[in-house]
């Protein structure tokens, strides 16, 4: 992963990214990992050498479209949350009626019929229903609320119901499959068309 992250660098390609649960646990196996006190000070000084850091929550904006990345916590099947869910509703008032995407690890919306994970509702993170309830406000313009973790593809609309990645609803809450865990189909990505007209449209493709 760091190799394919230098690659897109030296592209003048930026990346934007957001820890997950495994980068909260700090491996004993690696030795280049010894200096760090914390998984996540491993994920800061690996992912990002270069001095530049990423708190719980950041945002920026390209063009009028927002992009909110947010830190779901630790936690396999269900994240710890949002470590200040009122710096995100302060986050969402600055942005208002702005489109915008929210991209981050555990999903908010998801639905599990077996395995450990079933038991618990699917694999969210605490708090998420106050999360939905805000992505789908009028009083805001969330389009996309992206995640990984359940390494599978998967798209809700607001009222958790699965729908196609080509859905016209807004906000989707969309999956997207890990690279690297299916042998038969390794490479997945999840691509998002930007149309930028006033305003800007969008449209994720898997």
Do not use: H, M
């Given at each position: 992963f760091i190799l394919a992250l230098q690659r897109v660098f030296y592209q003048g390609i930026e990346v934007y990214t957001v820890p997950g649960n495994h980068?909260?646990?700090?491996?004993?196996?690696?030795?280049?990992?010894?200096?760090?006190?914390?998984?996540?000070?491993?994920?800061?000084?690996?992912?990002?050498?270069?001095?530049?850091?990423?708190?719980?929550?950041?945002?920026?904006?390209?063009?009028?479209?927002?992009?909110?990345?947010?830190?779901?916590?630790?936690?396999n099947c269900v994240g710890d949350g949002l470590s200040d869910p009122e710096e995100f509703k302060k986050e969402l008032d600055r942005i208002g009626t702005n489109p915008s995407v929210i991209f981050m690890h555990h999903p908010a919306i998801d639905e599990c019929d077996s395995g450990p994970c079933q038991w618990l509702g699917g694999q969210k993170f605490d708090g998420h229903e106050a999360f939905v309830d805000l992505c789908k406000s009028d009083k805001y313009n969330v389009q996309l609320v992206l995640a990984g973790h359940t390494h599978e593809d998967k798209v809700y609309d607001a009222d958790e119901k699965p729908v196609e990645v080509t859905s016209s609803k807004?906000?989707?809450?969309?999956?997207?499959?890990?690279?690297?865990?299916?042998?038969?189909?390794?490479?997945k990505y999840r691509w998002i068309n930007v149309y930028y007209m006033s305003p800007p449209s969008l449209s994720p493709e898997t």
């Open positions: 980068d909260s646990v700090k491996p004993i196996t690696r030795t280049e990992w010894s200096l760090c006190d914390s998984g996540l000070a491993c994920y800061q000084n690996l992912i990002l050498p270069n001095g530049r850091r990423i708190d719980d929550l950041y945002s920026f904006d390209y063009e009028g479209l927002y992009f909110i990345g947010v830190y779901t916590g630790a936690g807004r906000p989707l809450f969309i999956q997207t499959p890990s690279v690297g865990k299916d042998p038969d189909a390794p490479f």
